[in-house]
């Protein structure tokens, strides 16, 4: 489906010659407040609210704020943290936000017909990878004697759910249902886990119109905890693991309730996680401010990815109004490294990416495999053919506007050409998964059929 973008109102060669055209602008008494102008795009719409939920990953939306990325894009922008990733969703449709931190799954979801229905755009995807899946102490002590040990005595990584399975039938022999949280039906968190499970050949439930719990026929149930709440879920028993973005894998650790057993980059290297967020209404009304906050967020994210920044980006997170989880906690996963059993800390440096890989291009192959979960799961309930994936996710994936926000970046030397991607938006197949399977997001029916456990088309 066609997009139309209104025409910025200048270009940034005619922007450049603002100052001496007259008018609007008053002369700038010093060169750098006059590039500063110059390279502003004419805002339709500067004081902003933008929301997101205390993860690590809402970083790109702290920095942007905190090192003036967004201010000298002239968006003057409030940062609010949300109780829940419904309430994030609902505020964003409802206008009372104007964009957000966001699951991936939720635009997507929006626009193809499961939950709550809107026309919801993500121009910049936030980060690649930065989930774990955790048990508890004791689910692990039954795990660890299934996990392969290296020449040191210590598990051997990426660990499968081959080694949970034992447990879980356990659990099934003595009547009890073995339960994992995840942090919404759509989340990649709950694609992850049900991955991880089904490639072990465990059944993480089905989902129908009748079951929106999505745990028809399921050997593990799993139920949405929001992930704040994760760690304390945990310690009381009422579930027996998770899978949660950082900090609350980590935490764990730091309390000495459970074990992360693996990373979503062991299950999908390189994985997207969160979107940033508008309606397309918010889009269309305003194309420059959609456009400079694009710019602001690229260049947070650049910002992000150098490793000499990562401190600093710890102690901002730390700060009450965003993570606001101790330093070390938050350090643990963001300086490169991630800590499993307690004192087993590992070299990770791509756990958490925001800039590098292309993780802000918002690739119409990315959103493809959550719209092939969802059909796989029963949130799509009927087939659908192959054309459908390419439409759907080119109603609510949106290049096109970070190419205009990455071009400007670069005529005004804020990021190399090259860091632009020539492509259709199409990643080439890869099998970087932990089964091995192969991803083509160009034949979406052939990988829902490829999986022994989910529905076939």
Partial sequence: MKHVIKKVTFSFMAAMLLSACGGKEKKAKETSSEEVKANTLEIEKPQLTFGFIKLTDMAPLAIAKEKGFFEEEGLYVSVEAQSNWKNVLDRVIDGQLDGSHMLAGQPIAAGAGFGRQAKLVTAFSMDLNGNGITVSNDVWSKMKPNVPIDENGKPVHPIKADALKPVVTEYKNSGKPFKMGMVFPVSTHNYEIRYWLAAAGIHPGMYTAENVQGQIDAEVLLSVTPPPQMPATLESGTIYGYCVGEPWNQQAVFKG?????????DIWKNNPEK???????????????????????????KWLDDPANRPEAVKILSMSQYVGAPEE??????????????GDKRSMPDFNVFYKYNATYPFYSDGIWFLTQMRRWGQIPEAKPAAWYEETIKDIYRPDVWKKAADLLVAEGKIPATDVPTTDGYKPATADFIDGTTYDAKDPIGYINSFAIGNKD
Avoid: Q
Avoid at 257 to 265: E, H, K, L, Q, S
Avoid at 329 to 334: G, T, Y
């Fill in 257 to 265: 309730i459970g074990v992360p057993v693996v990373t979503n980059y």
């Fill in 275 to 301: 979107v940033f967020v508008m309606t397309e209404k918010f889009i269309e009304d305003n194309p420059n401010t959609a456009v400079a906050v694009t710019k602001a967020l690229i260049r947070a994210g």
């Fill in 329 to 342: 906690v938050l350090a643990n996963s963001m300086t490169g490294t991630f800590e499993f059993e307690k």
